[in-house]
């Protein structure tokens, strides 16, 4: 199972209580993740990426093990203790605005 | 008895307000969707228990929130406002092309017959429905479609379709009005659309009498007289006897005739209401007195209402949603600032109280008269 971290008010939003654990079959890459997440949790649609372009939302940043991987391309793969449940996705809301 | 509902959106958080039919004591439930903005929300006249919220953020965008039980429990609707077609380009504040792209919902209005049918006004100013209570939107493209759209520019807060009034007397026929290309009108519930704005004169355009170009910020109607609207313009008052084929001046003696709301008693229809604010760039009331002004006369003729209000180091604004009535005798009126209180009169405007001091700035009120 994977395991994705959501903030706060996107835990609110999906009624989420910490964290949300997926079966992502196949290659477990950002794309299949939030596919995934996305399908379990409709209300997320659009919240995490753009509904038309697919496109990581401005202020949302994914990280794991320690690595930013925003900026990656969204069919490469996970780092291994993501696949494996060891280690958590991380979705975060970008310290910004007040 | 009867009672009233309130349903406010802040900056970080919808609230809704409830009292019986007297009006004296309120209770305050919030914050709903805390943290986000909520520019709107709005009930269904059919069925009153059915709302409709628009919850957006910078981070996460927009969410659609839909109650069935008055507002106790809320559920996500859908959230896609897709443009329809390819949806081109209107004008950037510096003149040139600029794609346009959804930012937010700016205003819900629920259908006068259908629970599950609602209208939405976004930014880049669009029209959206749905009929299936929320979880599915289709813009009605004829509007973006106008020859003039590709004309069309931001004003200051964006370019945001702020305003839907529908004709009561007329399931065809409804206003919308963007800012800043200004009012336009349907007949054939929103397959094609007229600019209605003949009579305004904005000195800041090149054509200051230009079909379009216009920043109102607000229109209002009473339901039983659809013919007659009443406008606040980003400057001037003003009011058209034709169902917006043609307006006229009604600023009078307002000591500023800039401002963001307006509104129609329930029951008196040529008593308005409007909140004179300091412009261009200050937008806070004038010599910091917080006055609600009113006419008895359908404009040209104010008075100042100042009876509970603050009269010195005043300086909130009140925004374009952030004005309501209710429909019990005598009517209540309501309004919220940018410094978080929500103004309640009871007595049509005569003596003011605020329910609350001390909440996010407020983006919109409305009211509900429940039985």
Partial sequence: MIRVVLPAHLRVLAHIEGEATLPVEGSVTQRSVLDVLEARYPMLRGTLRDHVTQKRRAFIRFFACGEDLSNELPDTLLPEAVATGAEPYLVVGAIAGG | MSAVRLLVGTRKGAFVLTA?????????????????????????????????????????????????????????????????????????????????????????????????????????????????????????????????????????????????????????????????????RTDDVGESWRPMNRGLRSEFMPDPTAEVGHCVHRIAMHRSRPGVLFMQKH?????????????????????????????????????IYVVPIKSDSEHFPPEGKLRVYRSRTGGNEWEALTNGLPQRDCYVNVLRGAMTVDSLEP????????????????????????????????LSVEAQTLP
């Fill in chain 2, 20 to 184: 019986d039919g007297k009006r004296r004591h309120w209770e305050v439930s919030g914050p709903h969707f805390a943290g986000w903005e909520v520019y709107h929300i709005k009930g269904s006249p059919v069925d009153p228990n059915r709302l409709y919220a628009s919850q957006s953020s910078g981070w996460f965008g927009q969410v659609i929130q839909c109650s069935k039980d008055g507002g106790k429990t809320w559920e996500a609707g859908g959230n896609e406002f897709k443009y329809a077609g390819t949806p081109g380009t209107h004008l950037w504040y510096d003149g040139t092309p600029h794609p346009w792209e959804f930012k937010r919902v700016w205003h819900l209005e629920p259908s006068l017959t259908d629970p599950e049918t609602v209208y939405a006004g976004v930014e880049d100013a669009a029209l959206f429905r749905t009929a299936d209570g929320g979880r599915t939107w289709q813009e009605l493209p004829g509007l973006r479609g106008h020859p003039s759209g590709p004309k069309w520019q931001p004003g200051a807060g964006g370019m945001c379709l702020h305003t839907i009034t529908l004709d009561p007397s007329d399931p065809r026929r409804m206003f919308i009005a963007i800012s800043a290309a200004g009012v336009f």
């Fill in chain 2, 235 to 271: 400057w001037d008052v003003m009011r058209s006897d034709d169902a917006g084929e043609s307006w006229k001046e009604v600023s009078g003696s307002l000591p500023s005739d800039f401002g963001f709301p307006i509104q129609v008693n329930a029951h008196e229809p040529e008593t």
């Fill in chain 2, 331 to 362: 009517c209540g009126v309501y309004f919220g600032t940018t410094g978080g209180q929500v103004y309640a009169s009871a007595d049509a405007g005569d003596k003011w109280a605020p329910i609350v001091r001390d909440l996010p700035a407020v």
